[in-house]
């Protein structure tokens, strides 16, 4: 089971919101709040009465007009789109033991840009093995 989330436009990247924030960052303050009201506007339309109570995994899907923009700049955009999840009810929180991980692909299309979140409930048995995965994860 899985649950869909379309964004018909583009997001503000890091580099923008840096930009507001320099400027002032009572007006960042602002412009996080705005954009996390249009999102919480889509999700009560597109995912009405949602609360997930498990773990999940977040697909993005980030679809730009062109190539200008650099893909780690974009998908920073993933932080207002979780905070509005939990701001909507759909999550408990954003964190750790909440959201088990997520992914990012990027697509070009200039006449249909935005953002496509796919959001992945886990049963126990995944839960069980994005655990174990995690405890034997060793960098070093």
Known sequence: MYYRLTIPYILPGLNEYI???RQ???????????????IIFLIKQQLPQLSIKEPIVID???????KRRDKDNIAFAKKF????LVKAGVLNNDGWD????FSDK???DAENPGVMVIIHPLCNETKAKFSSALTKTSFF
């Not at 002032?24 to 249009?38: F, M, P, T």
């Not at 993005?60 to 062109?66: A, D, L, Q, S």
């Not at 909440?98 to 991980?101: G, H, I, K, L, R």
């Open 19 to 21: 930009g507001i924030e």
């Open 98 to 101: 909440f959201v088990a991980d």
């Open 81 to 84: 789109i979780q905070d509005a």
């Open 60 to 66: 993005y899907t980030w679809i730009e007009p062109n």
């Open 24 to 38: 002032n960052k009572y007006a960042a303050a602002q412009v996080k709040k705005n954009i996390e009201s249009g």
């Open 106 to 108: 990027f697509r070009i």
